[in-house]
């Protein structure tokens, strides 16, 4: 491993061996210069995959879905790289990594690669991390690319942020299910999905959530409702047309380039944000603060003027590295 | 309100006028500079309340133990402020605001001043604003400052370490209740409370509690495991008695000092992340950057190469602020 140089990597991973893909990811997720490196040189190679988002509460059958929605893009000559986000609390249950690799068994086929990574509680964390191995996919050539992420918190928006269509999964029987469509969720979502559209109820989620799309605003796009049975493949296909549906609807309305500007300077954004904020924390170490955190806690210098101080250390940190 | 200018209300809150407290932590709660000004101004007043945390699951009774621990200090002279986190997330469940101003109601007390602080979501969000309004209690005067946390995600973490003593709560009676500690929630915990210690299955809890700390590691001080009955006010006594303990051995252990760096360190860290995190926003709406961000698109560029131009301008623009 030790010979293995990063541009090697690379060009093993330009000539398309699983392996390649598999580290650089790692590398990727766990921040190694290496993987910064060829994602910076890879870049250049992305902009063809269309991005689908599923998200919903623990319980709506995401792993369920994404495995049907993997087998109809097969079916229709599509590749598929699939990227499910495993929450780190035991809280929000949700599937295991060990129900991932049986899932992942399911598909010893070269067009679909399944990786699961793990949030990392850090804001932006998550979606940077996301966001760098969604490129990498990208420019490994698959065509679609699934991001899954448990309907939790801040992360389902932030994964909104990356898709191109997002899906929102409900389902009858999680008590009242409306009521866990938090503020602003139902605003991210592109296509309610309502699975498990055999079991009792379902018609009442429907009628629930097309209550909330007429009370709620949006644009042009208006959200469809299609119900699955995902465990059987149920109305899938219809799904997918679905998708299609929105994707054409991005690119005549112009909504697509809007989105993909929009993420673009997401991203550079918090890219910019990491690097300074280990400038920070390296200014934050530099022992030459110690005696102004001395007069910090005898309060002769209140926390905002030693914030200030250190912001303008750091900046100048930033100025002289090259 | 227009009349009223920061050094008026700064003024009165040293006048203990509690409508100007109640202002200043809206404004430090909003961030409006007003606030901030005040709380600069008053930090130099800090340094003398103790502040203890409680966090713990869901239905495990923080706010009728906040109440109870409320109601005994005040019956040992204490002054008590308490900040009480409201999770805005739905699925958290706990008190609502409606339920904090009934039990606000219960104390017609000046010696008691309670407030709800919704979390935002963001990081350092919270627990920043939830630092500044502790100077502020501090500030007025108060002895104790109470701040009580639902034991969900990351808030918890960022709340133990504001205060001096945490006590983690837990109650029979939530299914598997122990497995519900979080790797790292366990070892934020000064003291181990079980609520409820009249119900069936409060001996488990303990025994399960006993073991965890065997397994676990600890400094020199071995959190207490204390049996409440936060209704009827049974054992708060006690409860007390441990939280002076701990707060001596905090002092004798240089352990308190220790805490206190960090914290304060903590903070400003925050703070400068806040400041430079507003001037990197101001950074990209400057149009001056749309050129490059247009060459992103195109992929002539790539995101790594475009964050470090936004790191480097928002460095100057730093430096050029007075």
């Known amino acids: ?106 598909f010893d086929d070269d067009g679909v690669y399944i990786r699961s990574m793990a949030t990392r509680g850090e804001m932006g964390g998550l979606s940077m991390a996301v966001g760098a191995v969604t490129h990498l996919l990208d420019a490994y050539g698959f065509d679609i690319i699934v991001v899954e992420t448990v309907g939790v ?12 269509t997002t899906l929102l999964l409900q389902v009858p029987g999680l008590g009242d299910s409306i009521q866990t469509i938090k503020a602003g969720v139902l605003e991210i979502a592109d296509i309610l999905v309502v699975n498990k559209a055999d079991i009792k109820g379902a018609e009442n989620v429907v009628r629930d959530l097309r209550n909330m799309l007429r009370l709620g605003e949006h644009g042009p796009w208006l959200p469809p409702i299609v119900r699955t049975v995902a465990m059987h493949g149920e109305n899938v296909p219809a799904l997918l047309d679905a998708i299609d549906t929105h994707r054409a609807h991005l690119e005549t309305s112009g909504e697509g380039q809007v989105r993909r500007e929009r993420r673009a300077r997401r991203e550079v954004l918090r890219l910019a944000q990491n690097w300074i904020a280990g400038e920070l924390e390296a200014t934050m170490r530099d022992p030459a603060n110690d005696a102004m955190l001395d007069d910090l806690l005898r309060r002769e210098i209140n926390p905002f003027e030693v914030a200030e101080v250190l912001a303008r250390r750091t900046s100048l940190r930033i100025q002289s590295r090259t």
Chains 1, 2 share one sequence.
Do not use: C, W
């Open 1 to 106: 491993m030790t010979a293995t140089t990063t541009s090697d990597l690379i060009q093993r991973f330009r000539n398309h061996e699983r392996p390649a893909l598999a580290r650089l990811v790692t590398y990727v997720e766990n921040e190694r210069p290496a993987g910064l490196r060829a994602m910076a040189e890879l870049y250049r190679d992305t902009g063809s995959a269309y991005v689908v988002g599923i998200t919903g509460p623990p319980g709506a059958g995401k792993s369920t879905l994404t495995n049907a929605v993997i087998r109809e893009y097969r079916k229709r000559g599509k590749t598929v790289g699939v990227l499910a986000i495993d929450p780190s609390s035991s809280l929000t249950g949700g599937a295991t990594l060990g129900d991932r690799i049986r899932m992942l068994e399911n």
């Open 153 to 164: 918190g801040q992360d389902e928006v932030d994964v909104a942020e990356l898709a191109d």
